[in-house]
């Protein structure tokens, strides 16, 4: 009986030595599958990205004399006396 205890007990302190090692291990493969799938997400949305940039058509490039030529010369006065106010 006392055999049986004594085993008893040093399986006991064993798992409970094992334990948190355990338990990290399992922790840091749940994390790094966490990561992976973290990743692929953003890859994918990346490339969906970079696609519907590439797809979309191209936007005119729009000047400052492009912006202004709409306006009077008396707009653009009155612009300028309002700033410099």
């Known amino acids: 009986m006392e055999a049986l205890i004594g ?3 040093v399986l006991g302190l064993l798992v409970l030595m094992v334990l948190p090692a355990v338990i990290g291990i399992v922790r840091d493969r749940r994390i790094d599958r966490q ?6 997400t953003e890859r994918t949305e990346t490339d969906r990205a970079v696609t519907e940039r590439h797809d979309a058509p191209a936007a005119p ?3 400052a004399r492009d912006a202004t030529a709409h306006r009077t010369a008396r707009d653009t006065t009155a ?4 700033r410099a106010a």
């Open 35 to 40: 990561i992976r799938q973290a990743e692929r």
């Open 61 to 63: 490039a729009r000047t």
């Open 79 to 82: 612009h300028r006396t309002a």
């Open 7 to 9: 085993t008893l007990t």
